[in-house]
């Protein structure tokens, strides 16, 4: 059976509450926790749980996640098989290429802690919108002001779109009223930065000099992604110039369903809790990985 495995972006709500039991239970986990602790040189417990006072809190909530993503894609390759591709959108794009081996625990933790970077004074914000059909969406793509920087496509069998945006903080607030949907914009303590947005050039620069010094290795499985013209990823110049195109540049996540149905997996096992609630139409059956999984597999 073919089957992806594919990892959501950045969860702020969720970044799986229930690891601990999976780390009790799991040779595999706790191997991959320990990795990530050694690449941001802080002791392992620290990296499950508490402040560590020399890693923001954003930067370690993106290196949580993605130990705890990349933990339970292991674990389900170990049960049933190895991934014949992956898929990531956002954060899940560096779990991706490290699942594929294109990417090592080390270079990922430095290329999030370049992107992490604050580079202005700017007060920059992400926003989230669900736009009922047949609302007009692009009403949020305004260059000036801000850009839609996901657009997750049709969501909920059709019922509107869903889209994330990215901007200055004083124009996403402003848009909560004069949108045509409820615009939910993150608050300061979870997202202080505008993501895959023009504002990122300086981040966008500094990642480039990165890969140039720490090359990418060529995936040994296939990638897909959610950046446009940039769908799929087979060696490791076209995962480097992934990596940067998406800091300043929009996804569009129906681009990576489409690119994913050209590899007629049998089965889609999504690691995310956020991907769960919009329904997304994926081209195969499909097995959501997350908090509810890992009560259910670990107790």
């Not at 993150?186 to 890969?211: D, F, I, K, N």
Request: aromatic share 8%; glycine share 8%.
């Amino acid at each position: 059976m073919t089957k992806c495995i594919l990892f959501g972006p950045a969860d702020a709500a969720t970044v799986f509450r229930g690891y601990e039991p999976m780390l009790r239970s799991s040779a595999v986990a706790q191997s991959i926790y320990r990795e990530f602790a050694e690449a941001v040189d802080i002791p392992v417990d620290h990296l499950i749980d508490g402040e560590v006072p020399h890693v923001h809190p954003v930067l370690l909530r993106w290196i949580r996640q993605l130990a705890a993503m990349l933990s339970v894609g292991r674990i389900i390759e170990d049960e049933h098989g190895a991934a014949s591709v992956y898929g990531g959108i956002s954060l899940g794009e560096l779990a991706a290429l490290h699942a594929s081996g294109a990417a090592s625990t080390e270079l990922v933790v430095s290329f999030l802690g370049e992107r992490h970077l604050q580079d202005t004074d700017l007060d920059e914000a992400i926003g989230f919108a669900f736009v009922p059909a047949p609302v007009d969406w692009r009403y949020y793509e305004q260059p000036e002001r801000m850009t839609i920087s996901c657009d997750f496509g049709s969501v909920l069998g059709g019922a509107g779109r869903m889209i994330m945006v990215s901007g200055l903080r004083a124009a996403l607030e402003s848009a909560r009223s004069e949108g045509p949907a409820d615009l939910q914009v993150v608050e300061r303590s979870v997202a202080h930065q505008a993501y895959h947005s023009p504002l990122r050039g300086p981040s966008r620069r500094r990642l480039e000099s990165l890969l140039k010094e720490n090359a990418l290795d060529p995936p040994k499985t296939p990638v897909v992604t959610a950046i446009p013209g940039m769908y799929t990823l087979s060696s490791d110049a076209q995962a480097a110039k992934a990596l940067v195109a998406s800091e300043t540049g929009p996804l569009d996540v129906p681009g990576l369903v489409a690119a994913l149905r050209q590899f007629a997996p049998d089965k889609v096992y999504v690691v995310s809790s956020f991907l769960r609630q919009l329904d997304i139409d994926f081209p195969a059956a499909t097995e959501y990985v997350d908090d509810s999984w890992l009560k259910q597999t670990f107790g």
